[in-house]
């Protein structure tokens, strides 16, 4: 017997009310709690403005966008959702009836119809987990709980609220929720941007999200027939563009200019969670409102710029076999991270790879630091001079023979030219002075996470083959900017500091001695003292007052230029992430231009003024001695010394000075045993001989071999007599060595 349509709408409207009495517990949200509960699969990181820097998938789940208000929403997808999902939408109160008794009767006599949930219906079901479709579908109890929720909704929330959380919460396909996810994945563009095809498709997907594209442009263009029916629509057209949207994955959820600083950050915050947890802050604190995004101390114009000159600069470093670089600018009062830049991006084959944490040999970076502690403890000052000749260093594992970038020798030197002129024996003599275990220590109270000791590193640690990160070279760096007081750095905005934390800061002990950070930094920002290695024109030079040093790691693997201003400390690594060597790429041609550049940026508006010398500094006029040839070894000049350590006149000491033209052997020491490297070949390697006097020549095992005051000897295995004769023919010096079959250790850093 049929029953009629009216009965048994009456029949299922009974259902209805005995179930909501049954069930008065499902709860109504708001549309308010609703919107603020909602999380997006990616996190917003923020500049220190406000502004976009980067998106980062944050929920692998689904594939989530933005909250979009309804009025963001193009009209032709309001149409198209409410005529492909509830044509009567604005009419009915939560349940269309209508549909009810159409669907219960169509399937009374097994007739196909469109079914009878409402939009109002459909979102109860997203809001309410226990009304939540299931795989087979869902039982008559969650139907009429659905049902009655709905209803509910319909009572307290306005037409325009229930649609647009529909919007924001309905599944379309695969893993995307929403229309934001949707718009942009599908279709590239915002959700205010869909056009009528557009919104037909997406549309089409609510219905049946996983169909096969030819059924999903079928529906397509039904909807599309129905928003315009006095238009002709081609569903071929639509069957194509169909099949080509629901492939389309162009929404990158980790888009943006800074995404290592991004994950720095969203982990820096996720482990200080951990942390309150563990340790019981809050546990039953009720959750935060959403917030618009995670704020940084980033400069968005900055980190475009320092990103731009990076890649620039790398492009035209290609045909030196270089692809990846880093960089980092720091602000010199507060700590705060200014520019992250980790990788070179699209131009490296490690884009992942953060260069701005990863451990690299630093090179001749950590020299101004070696200089710094030896001058804070009073074995040297910036006028002292320094042998730059052939060097033979014991060790337990043998020669250390240290060699400057352009394989010459300057003789000897003042610190300061030293220094400047990034000379590699002036600087292992300056560590055989201070230690490498002491040196070691200093470095990792300035946060260098040095992974082995001094004696591990041993003399070799002067030039850099330690590794560290740049953000940690940056920031002892800073330390020096700062007077030689330490302070650690942050990605993310710290309340001001109070009088009393700026009093505790300012009377904390500082790591290095605040006139031994001055003299440093005078010596590094004087581009006099630079020429022997860097010219006169030097990329080096700017207009304002910074001081900078670059280094070059063993084997061109790595190069760096880092320096300060008066406000700002700037960090730029170049080479390769795999570790591969960089071709002929200098200090001055690698990351120096883009440090430059961003300095130049930093200061297009804002001066910077050389710093005033702290108290104990004394400014004084120092003349140098003769050298070998009769010249003053250095030209007069005002010089600045701690206190007590100041001296008119530096010259070589008067044995050597008496001895200057006496013939000797300088290199190698009497009793010398030279280990053959095996894995290099035997014609490369070189014992270099050196000597003082004139008219000399070298005679080996009796024979004679070269002519000069140096000579490089090709080595033989076996004991062996070094003779040096003078111009008479007399033999006035001589030298025992033997060479064995193990050996030679043979360092090189860069400039």
């Not at 024996?425 to 001094?454: I, Q």
Request: net charge positive; glycine share 8%; proline share 5%.
């Amino acid at each position: 017997m049929q029953l009629p349509a009216l009965s048994i709408h009456r029949a299922f409207a009974v259902a209805v009310l005995s179930a909501a009495c049954a069930h008065p517990a499902w709860a109504l949200v708001g549309f308010e709690d609703v919107k603020r509960d909602f999380r997006s699969s990616d996190t917003a990181v923020l500049d220190r403005n406000g502004e976009l820097l980067q998106r980062v998938r944050t929920d692998a789940t689904v594939r989530r966008g933005q909250w979009i208000a309804l009025a963001d929403v193009s009209p032709a997808l309001r149409t198209a959702m409410v005529l492909s999902e509830d044509r009567r939408f604005y009419e009915h109160s939560g349940i269309d009836w209508r549909a009810v008794s159409s669907a219960a009767w169509g399937n009374l006599w097994n007739t196909r119809t469109r079914g009878a949930s409402t939009i109002t219906m459909q979102l109860s079901g997203l809001l309410d987990e226990d009304l939540r479709r299931a795989s087979g579908g869902r039982s008559f109890t969650q139907k009429i709980g659905q049902t009655v929720a709905a209803a509910q909704l319909e009572r307290s929330w306005r037409k325009d609220q229930i649609l647009e959380a529909y919007l924001n919460t309905v599944p379309f396909r695969g893993e995307i929720v929403g229309i934001d996810a949707l718009s942009r994945t599908l279709f590239s563009k915002a959700p205010s941007g869909l056009d009528a095809r557009e919104a037909a498709v997406a549309s089409a997907l609510v219905r049946a999200p996983n169909a096969k594209p030819a059924l999903v442009a079928q529906r397509a263009c039904e909807v599309l027939r129905a928003m315009e029916p006095e238009q002709k629509v081609d569903c071929d057209a639509i069957d194509m563009f169909t099949s080509a949207a629901v492939q389309r994955r162009a929404f990158d959820a980790n888009e943006g200019i800074a995404p290592h600083a991004a994950r720095r950050v969203l982990r820096e915050m996720r482990e200080m969670r951990e942390m309150r947890d563990a340790a019981g802050v809050n546990p039953t604190a009720p959750p935060k409102a959403k917030e618009a995004g995670v704020r940084t101390t980033l400069r968005a114009p900055l980190q475009r710029f320092a990103l731009d000159s990076l890649q620039r600069h790398l492009r035209e470093l290609r045909d030196r076999h270089v692809e990846d670089g880093a960089l980092v600018v720091l602000d010199n009062a507060s700590g705060e991270v200014l520019a992250w830049v980790g990788s070179s991006g699209p131009l490296s084959q490690a884009a992942e790879v953060d260069g701005v944490t990863a451990l690299r040999q630093p090179g001749s970076t950590l020299k101004p630091l070696l200089y710094g502690q030896a001058i804070a403890e009073k074995r040297l000052t910036a006028a002292s001079l320094i042998e730059d000749s052939s060097a033979q260093i014991s060790t337990a594992s043998g020669l250390y023979i240290p060699q400057n970038y352009d394989r010459q020798f300057k003789g000897p030197v003042s610190a300061r030219t030293a220094l400047a002129a990034s000379l590699n024996v002036p600087a292992v003599r300056t560590l055989v002075m201070v230690s490498p275990e002491s040196f070691a220590r200093s470095l990792r109270a300035t946060g260098l996470p040095l992974r082995e000791s001094g004696d591990y590193y041993g003399y070799s640690l002067a030039l850099g083959s330690a590794e560290v990160s740049l953000l940690s070279l940056t920031n002892a760096y800073r330390m020096l900017a700062n007077g030689g007081r330490y302070g650690t750095t942050t990605l993310t905005a710290r309340p001001p500091a109070t009088p009393a934390d700026k009093a505790r800061t300012a009377a904390a002990a500082p790591l290095l001695d605040p006139r031994a950070a001055f003299i440093v930094g005078d010596i590094l920002s004087d581009p006099n003292a630079r020429t022997r290695t860097f010219g006169l024109d030097s990329i080096l030079s700017t207009r304002f007052w910074t001081a900078v040093k670059t280094g070059t790691s063993k084997d061109m693997r790595d190069n760096w230029a880092v320096g300060w201003s008066q406000r700002y400390t700037v960090g730029v690594w170049v080479g390769n992430a795999s570790g591969a060597s960089m071709w002929d790429v200098s200090g001055t041609s690698g990351a120096a231009p883009v440090w430059a550049e961003v300095m130049r940026f930093l200061h297009a508006r804002e001066p910077s003024r050389a710093p005033a010398p702290p108290a104990g500094l004394v400014e004084a006029r120092v003349a140098f001695g003769p050298a070998a040839d009769g010249n003053a070894i250095e030209a007069a000049r005002s010089e600045w010394f701690l206190q007590g350590t100041e001296q008119p006149l530096f010259a070589l000491d008067t044995g050597m000075a008496t001895d200057a033209f006496a013939a000797r052997i300088t290199a190698p020491s009497d009793g010398t045993i030279i280990a053959l490297d095996p894995d290099i070949p035997p014609l490369r390697q070189r014992v270099r001989f050196e000597s003082e006097g004139r008219g000399v020549q070298w005679r080996i095992d009796g024979k004679p071999f070269a002519r000069g005051n140096s000579a490089q000897w090709l080595p033989w295995p076996g004991r062996h007599l070094i003779e040096l004769v003078d111009a008479s023919g007399k033999v006035v010096d001589q030298r025992r060595l033997e060479v064995r079959g193990a050996g030679v250790v043979t360092k090189s850093a860069h400039r």
